[in-house]
T-cell receptor, first 111, second 115 residues
Framework: AQSVAQPEDQVNVAEGNPLTVKCTYS??????LFWYVQYPNRGLQFLLK??????LVKGSYGFEAEFNKSQTSFHLKKPSALVSDSALYFC?????????FGTGTRLTVIP | EAQVTQNPRYLITVTGKKLTVTCSQN?????MSWYRQDPGLGLRQIYY???????DKGDVPEGYKVSRKEKRNFPLILESPSPNQTSLYFC??????????????FGPGTRLTVT
């Protein structure tokens, strides 16, 4: 069965430090992968996506993600974390007619 | 402004009392979907619609109904709500007829409590 894994429920990072939120996917071949962010009391917002091509994808708010086919990973990264980046982050991959989400990682950026 | 709207945002109801959560999008999207979000489980798809009059089950369809009579609207119906349907519900829409590299736009969510 298709699945997306986010191995960390919680990630804490100090403001100004680089951050990484991990994601591994299951589909073989050429997956379509997404990152979404959810701020408190809000719906999910699209951050970035990987379709094909360059393994480093740049998205909104200074985020980027690195696609690694050999490790089936799509980790979200940012060079310098902001307190305002504190939120719940979801990785997702496309199925035939739907989107499979990971369980989410709560990122807390400590001032 | 391009958006997905849901109503109500918050709802407390009792077991067995039929309810409808409305969803509307103004982006002329073909694909619409309902998800529920539960702690530790992420988002799980309830139903989706590829176009008007075309709907299909997602991963957790039991206890829910949907309809797609107009392109912009995709209501979620709980005929006889039960406490295990207490959750946070999101409606989403996407440009694509078939899922591909098109991101989904999410509504603000409906927090439902069934007592």
């Amino acid at each position: 069965a298709q699945s997306v894994a986010q191995p960390e429920d919680q990630v804490n990072v100090a403001e100004g430090n680089p951050l990484t939120v991990k994601c591994t996917y299951s589909v073989s071949g050429n997956p379509y992968l997404f990152w979404y962010v959810q701020y408190p009391n809000r719906g999910l917002q699209f951050l970035l996506k990987y379709i094909t091509g360059d393994n480093l994808v740049k998205g909104s708010y200074g985020f980027e993600a690195e696609f690694n086919k050999s490790q089936t990973s799509f980790h979200l990264k940012k060079p310098s974390a902001l307190v305002s980046d504190s939120a719940l982050y979801f990785c997702a991959e496309t199925g035939a007619n739907n989107l499979f989400f990971g369980t989410g990682t709560r990122l807390t950026v400590i001032p | 402004e391009a958006q997905v709207t849901q109503n109500p945002r918050y709802l407390i109801t009792v077991t067995g009392k039929k309810l409808t959560v409305t969803c509307s999008q103004n982006m002329n999207h073909e694909y619409m979907s309902w998800y529920r979000q539960d702690p530790g489980l992420g988002l799980r798809q309830i139903y989706y619609s590829m176009n008007v009059e075309v709907t299909d089950k997602g991963d957790v369809p039991e206890g829910y109904k949907v309809s797609r009579k107009e392109k912009r609207n995709f209501p979620l119906i709980l005929e006889s709500p039960s406490p295990n349907q207490t959750s946070l519900y999101f409606c989403a829409s996407s440009l694509s007829l078939a899922m591909g590299p098109y991101e989904q736009y999410f509504g603000p969510g409906t927090r439902l409590t069934v007592t």
